[in-house]
């Protein structure tokens, strides 16, 4: 499994933009990138996955640069409830299993 | 929300007391997993199932053994519990016929257990 490196914690404020990136030098042919969100007490839940380019759905934007190398989770207008911490995964299309990492800790402010 | 039960929701035992943790779906999902999450670690998986009585090993499956007898049950058993297993317990299930990685894994609510 390829090896991910994203920031331990970010600070925002209420209505700001926050943009995680996720570093996957490794990063394999048949691999995608998917990431989750984990609130406090609950369980992950995924988010956004993608193989290249971008991907947009109604809760946020992945970007994939051509190399795929890194990607950027970008949450649009952040609000006290997207406090959480976010995982970035790379996953094999052809493997049942799933690597977390530490993930980064958003946490958004008033 | 996808149909995912975790019993207990919380337990506290003591060392080499046996402990079985129960995930209960009823999506008729095929693929079912355990983690573990403790801090620093993110979470890790113990062990998953690809079907009824089908299962394989995680990468921290020591000290941990899983039963699936029902499509819907996936048994997580402490043979002998230790300190070291004081963790939270998610359950997780996958929807794909494929079991392909690039498909969605629902959590559970987690079951939080303390060995002393």
């Known amino acids: 499994l390829a090896k991910t490196t994203q920031p331990i914690s970010m600070d925002s404020y209420e209505g700001q933009e926050v943009n995680i990136t996720c570093s996957h030098n490794?990063?394999?042919?048949?691999?995608?990138i998917t990431w989750y969100q984990q609130f406090p007490s609950q369980g992950p839940r995924f988010i956004i996955q993608g193989y290249k380019t971008k991907v947009t759905n109604e809760v946020a934007s992945l970007f994939i640069p051509a190399d795929r190398k890194s990607s950027t989770l970008s949450l649009p207008r952040v609000s006290l409830s997207d406090t959480a911490v976010y995982y970035c995964l790379v996953v094999p299309s052809n493997d049942y299993k799933l690597s977390f990492g530490a993930g980064t800790t958003v946490t958004v402010r008033a | 929300d996808a149909g995912i039960t975790q019993s207990p929701r919380h337990k506290v035992t003591e060392t080499g007391t046996p402990v079985t943790l129960r995930c209960h779906q009823t999506?008729?999902?095929?693929?079912m997993y355990w983690y573990r999450q403790d801090p620093g670690h993110g979470l890790r998986l113990i062990h998953y199932?690809?079907?009824?009585?089908?299962?394989d090993k995680g990468e921290v499956s020591d000290g941990y053994s899983v039963s699936r007898s029902k499509t819907e049950d996936f048994l997580l058993t402490l043979e002998s519990a230790t300190s070291s297993q004081t963790s939270v317990y998610f359950c997780?299930?996958?929807?794909?016929?494929?079991?392909?990685?690039?498909?969605?894994?629902?959590f559970g609510p987690g079951t939080r257990l303390t060995v002393l």
């Open positions: 997780a299930i996958s929807e794909s016929t494929s079991g392909k990685n690039t498909d969605t894994q629902y």
């Open positions: 199932s690809y079907g009824v009585k089908d299962t």
């Open positions: 490794n990063i394999a042919t048949n691999d995608y």
């Open positions: 999506e008729n999902h095929r693929y």
